[in-house]
């Protein structure tokens, strides 16, 4: 039996494994029950595993879409995490269960996965992006004097003093016929 480590503070890489049941019996090994009960995780070992990042793909539902592919756009792998395995995964057949790093619940523990599942491989996350251009206009450049740039924020405090002051008329002539 292959040990599959799991790092708590991963947040790149993406377990894959390939589940050999019939397909009727697929929903009920990859869904948790009303009781707890998960078969999926069961099998896989784990001590801590989120039912809302479990992804199972029946492989034919990706019609001519190779699963390297797949896993490239729907997941951001890069083709060079894939390269290694690529003729592997396009020829697989059946339903596989993608486990992005989310669904370990950042919890570091060991899987031990057992039939029907087998551990396909791990892949780093998604391609890095370049770097983008530097920005170039001058709504782009700041002030860092401490300063407001001149014009900014005037008047701002002369309207809130005009507002106040009607204020303080309006009650003060509520309170003269208040009085009489």
Known sequence: MKHVEINGSDTETLHLFHLDLPPEA??????????????LKYALGAT??????????????????PLSRYLA????LSETALAADRATLDAMTGHVVILPPQAFDNTTQTLSPAAP???????GGPAPKGRGAPLRSAGAEGSLTGKTPDGAGRGSGTLLKLL???????????????LR
């Open 26 to 39: 697929v929903e009920r090994f990859t869904t948790m029950a009303g009781t707890g009960e998960w078969p």
């Open 48 to 65: 801590a595993l989120r039912p809302a990042f479990v992804e199972t793909v029946r492989i034919s539902d990706l019609g001519p879409m």
């Open 73 to 76: 756009e729907a997941h951001g």
């Open 117 to 123: 599942l087998t551990h396909v491989g791990a892949y």
């Open 164 to 178: 106040l002051a009607g204020i303080a008329v309006v009650i003060l002539l509520v309170l003269l016929l208040a």
